[in-house]
């Protein structure tokens, strides 16, 4: 007799052992029988042989095929663990990108108060100051126009400062997201090769 394993075993959750001596069983194990693998006694095992697996009655073999099934398990656990992680650091990345933009928008408005308390200065007293509340020029007394852009200043580069801050945590974060992924990879790769050679 000759033929793959049939996948209906693993429907037969109560099956407690299997013996399939003198066949000629072989192909890949379907995935519904390796919980099974679990629970039969020492009499159910797999083999491989000719990149082949075979159903024989064998204590060792019956402990290679859950040494294997093991490094299955862990091997998608460490690839859905290196997806969450990289999810993480997408996520890093865009909040960095973000505070990056913000910082560039209070980098140029700091210039540019900058530049009017520096024209402002430049003005003798009683002179004729201006500011602008949406469409209609207002006149305002120079001393309050050097204080409030004094006070938009000192927003302004508090803001800079905080952000500095923030970017530099997240930019801690992200060097040790991209550490741990590397590690996960390495473990990734250590027990792809461990299977290679199995």
């Not at 970017?167 to 090769?193: C, H, M, T, Y």
Request: aromatic share 4%; hydrophobic share 35%; net charge positive.
């Amino acid at each position: 007799m000759s033929h793959t394993i049939p996948g209906e075993i693993g429907k037969l959750f109560r099956l407690q052992s299997l013996r399939l001596e003198n066949n000629s069983l072989g192909g890949d194990i379907p995935e519904n029988i390796w919980n099974l693998v679990k629970r039969a006694s020492d009499n159910f095992c797999v083999n491989r042989s000719a990149n082949k697996r075979a159903v024989q009655g064998s204590r060792t073999e019956h402990q290679n095929v859950t040494t294997t099934m093991g490094s299955s398990t862990a091997l998608r656990e460490l690839q859905r663990e290196l997806e969450n992680k990289a999810n993480d650091l997408s996520k890093l990345q865009k909040d960095i990108a973000k505070n990056h933009q913000v910082r560039k928008k209070y980098t140029i408005q700091l210039g540019e108060n900058e530049l009017v308390l520096k024209e402002l200065g430049l003005l003798h007293e009683g002179a004729n100051v201006y500011k602008l509340i949406g469409p209609v020029l207002v006149k305002q007394d120079l001393a309050e126009a050097n204080a409030n852009v004094r006070k938009r200043i000192e927003y302004i580069s508090a803001e800079l400062k905080r952000l500095d801050a923030t970017v530099q945590d997240l930019g801690e974060k992200e060097n040790s997201k991209k550490e741990a992924i590397f590690k996960v990879q390495q473990r990734i790769q250590s027990l792809q090769a461990g299977k290679a050679k199995a």
